[in-house]
């Protein structure tokens, strides 16, 4: 079926967008929830516990070839989406912050040397060894941490020029 449209000319900053008003299934419904502070909290450990699980859930699919190395983000990609959150308003700002922080919290967490995630194994070695690693494999181990977060931000800098240039 073809159907003729005129999609209306919607301004979001210095883009021009069109939108045509079609939804699948007719317009959705916004309603304002509020909960209890028990029952907030509750849905607050929940909520970052879904994002902490599709955050390791991505990086895993990325190290698996299963997702693209694309969908990682760099400063000048965190800044902008900040800057939309925060021209929607206070709360969709706190929600992104949150989202950022917990991406972090998780990525920090991970067993990689320099991050404490790795100190932590350094702790559980120690504690099934009773002796804490070598000086030698601690400084080798270092060396490849950082060269892991090297190579995690120049990919993250590179996907943020990328979608500048394009």
């Not at 760099?74 to 700002?93: C, D, H, M, N, R």
Request: charged letters at 15%; glycine letters at 12%.
């Amino acid at each position: 079926m073809d159907v003729s449209v005129t999609p209306q000319v919607i301004q979001d900053g210095d883009t021009a967008l069109g939108r045509i008003g079609a939804y699948v299934g007719g317009e959705p419904a916004l309603a304002m929830v509020r909960f209890g502070l028990l029952d907030g909290a509750m849905r607050g450990c929940q909520q970052t516990w879904d994002m902490a699980g599709l955050t390791l859930t991505m990086m895993g699919k990325m190290l698996l070839g299963q997702a693209s190395v694309k969908n990682i983000s760099g400063p000048l990609t965190i800044a902008e989406f900040a800057g939309k959150s925060a021209g929607l308003g206070l709360t969709s700002y706190l929600i992104f912050l949150a989202l950022i922080s917990v991406s972090l919290g998780v990525l920090n967490l991970l067993p990689v040397p320099v991050l404490d995630g790795g100190h932590l194994m350094y702790y559980l070695w120690e504690a099934v060894t009773g002796k804490p690693v070598s000086d030698r494999w601690m400084e080798r181990l270092q060396q490849g941490g950082m060269a892991v977060l090297m190579l995690l931000m120049a990919v993250a800098v590179v996907n943020d020029i990328a979608r500048l240039l394009s």
